[in-house]
């Protein structure tokens, strides 16, 4: 066995030294979560495509519901989903014990189950797609369930989804861009008038007759004309 240099030694007593100011640095980025923070914001982009566009949603109203405060501990926060609208469940007691990963990839399908839950519930936050923009203001820390409650005047449906304030960067104003679950197709181009004319009502096929008719009248008033001067 080869003996341990004194660099070796200096090496190890460095990261000795430095693995509790990392501990600490991940604790502290941890805990800067504002729970006394009551401005946050969620801001949905509501469209649906068709014919390579966008068209904008409206008339449907979208849901929030808090699944679970935001709460500290020791080593960070997490959410309390025994003290959000869904406590005493099987869905807030698995949340509670996911990881961010492990939520990111449950998180459709513990959403639809939650929404099919709440849909006895009074919403904590509701608001009305508008140009396909829905926004909630004034939210605290916490995870949320957000859901379509009313249908959408263009037919397009969006699949409930959660999302957490802040969100992974510490942002309080955060945004999403939901898939619609079913896209109605794209509204028809309005039709091209054909020409400049009104619209009275009038059928277009007795003109060429009229036409014809008038040209032979005029013809014979002329011959008419002529046999009478013929006759002076």
Do not use: C, H
């Not at 939520?103 to 009074?122: F, G, Y």
């Amino acid at each position: 066995m080869r003996p341990v240099t004194a660099k070796q030694k200096i090496a190890v007593l460095l990261l000795a030294l430095l693995l509790p100011v990392i501990a600490a640095a991940r604790v502290y980025a941890a805990q800067t979560i504002d729970l006394g923070r009551d401005d946050g914001t969620i801001s949905l982009d509501m469209v649906f495509y068709g014919r390579g566009e966008e068209y904008p949603m409206s008339g449907g109203e979208m849901s929030l519901y808090l699944v679970g405060p935001a709460a500290l501990t020791d080593s960070g926060y997490y959410f309390d989903t025994e003290n959000g609208r869904f406590a005493g469940t099987e869905e807030a007691k698995k949340i509670s014990a996911m990881d961010s990963d492990e939520l990111s990839r449950n998180n459709a399908e513990l959403a639809r189950t939650l929404t099919e839950k709440a849909s006895t519930m009074k919403a904590d936050r509701t608001a009305v797609i508008s140009d396909g923009k829905v926004t909630f203001k004034g939210l605290k820390p916490g995870l949320y369930l957000i859901a379509m409650t009313k249908a959408d005047d263009t037919g397009a449906t969006i699949t409930p989804f959660m999302m957490s304030l802040p969100d992974e960067n510490g942002s309080y104003d955060i945004s999403a861009r939901p898939k619609p679950e079913i896209e109605p197709p794209a509204p028809e181009p309005p039709e091209e008038p054909e020409d400049d004319i009104p619209k009275t009502g009038q059928l277009w096929w007795p003109v060429p007759v009229i036409t014809a008719l008038g040209a032979l009248l005029i013809a014979a008033g002329v011959t008419l004309r002529r046999r009478g001067s013929n006759t002076l």
